[in-house]
């Protein structure tokens, strides 16, 4: 057996379709949630990776950044299928059923605070999530919303997946970005997909261009302060290498999403999971190699780390900050 240091969600090379492997390993030495570059504290170093905290947002960050074109290639179709789960998911076409209660129960929350607001009506509602991968969620936000649903991801192949279930859809970059910015979507859902963003400024400048004003934006990410965070460490499976680059706190996130955004809604959040996925997710705490686990149908609602966040956009939310990179 290999540590986990060496496996599960913890490497600096990819290896390709081809058989070859590339180092995901970048130069750049920035916090990706608040873009300085003043060298911060060291708080683990795991695969190649030192995770610093920032000196000026306080956030836990990846330094150096992984390289972006080899994160593009990370998060093709691989990512869907990584038998070892070097870096992806054994199978996430079996999780399917349990994404899609996981997704129910976030939205259903969200949908609450989105018609105590001054929304569009409910049949011209507009719904985009960031980050769709294979669509799973789509027909989940199209069943609580209603309204026009549409989706975008960095993986062709994932866009592809979308459309293909009928849901507009579109490539979006590097920082999460896709040609949305008419400020006509009334909510706006990423699930697992903020930490591995690695300029945060950039996604929440185009962010605020889309949504309308009071438009909701909607997301999951892993909490520090959560107490499987604070009692696992470094061993938590939040802990991703290289594919999550931040590591946040509410009080961060609530910091550096003013003045775009103010918080309306956050509660820790749970997921459904498959037994052989939540087997998965003990081998790495353990620190041992993905060996074969037995599929089972059977799931649990289990804690996974993560805070369920909503936020609102302002008024003034729409001036953007950031220059363009
Ligand atoms: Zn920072």
Not at 33 to 41: E, P
Not at 46 to 56: G, R, S
Not at 204 to 219: K, N, T
Request: charged share 20%; net charge positive.
């Amino acid at each position: 057996m290999a540590l986990a240091g060496e496996n599960i969600h913890r490497s600096a090379t990819l290896r390709l379709p081809d058989g070859r492997s590339t180092s995901l390993q970048g130069r750049e030495l920035r916090c990706p949630a608040c873009g300085s570059t003043a060298i911060g504290k060291p708080w683990a170093h795991l695969a190649n990776f030192d995770i610093e905290n920032c000196p000026d947002c306080s956030c836990l960050h990846l330094a150096p950044l992984p390289d972006p074109d080899a994160l593009r290639l990370l998060y093709q179709s691989s990512y869907f299928q990584d038998e070892r789960e070097t870096h992806g998911y054994s199978d996430y076409a079996a999780e399917q059923a349990n994404v899609r209660r996981t997704y129910e129960k976030r939205l259903r929350k969200a949908a609450r605070l989105l018609s105590s607001s001054a929304c569009s009506a409910a049949d011209s509602l507009r719904v985009h999530e960031v980050g769709a991968a294979l669509g799973y969620g789509l027909p989940v936000a199209q069943k609580v919303f209603g309204g026009r649903v549409s989706a975008s991801d960095i993986s062709a192949e994932a866009v592809r997946a979308c459309a293909s279930m009928g849901f507009e859809s579109s490539l979006a970059d590097t920082y999460g970005r896709c040609a949305l910015k008419d400020a006509s979507i009334d909510a706006l859902y990423l699930f697992d997909v903020i930490e591995h963003l690695t300029n945060l400024p950039l996604f929440l400048d185009w962010s605020a261009q889309a949504l309308r004003p009071d438009g909701i934006l909607v997301f999951t990410t892993p909490d520090m302060t959560h107490p499987i965070n604070k009692l696992l460490g470094v061993r938590s499976p939040s802990i991703k290498i290289p594919q999550h680059v931040i590591y946040f706190t509410r009080w961060v996130l609530d910091r550096l999403l003013k003045p775009r955004f103010e918080p309306a809604f956050h509660c820790w959040d749970w997921q459904w999971v498959s037994l052989g996925q939540l087997a998965s997710r003990i081998r790495m705490i353990l620190g041992v190699s993905a060996i074969s686990a037995k599929r089972s149908p059977r799931a649990i609602l289990v804690p996974n780390g993560m805070r369920l966040f909503v936020y609102r956009r302002t008024a003034s939310g729409r001036a953007a900050i950031t220059q363009d990179g």
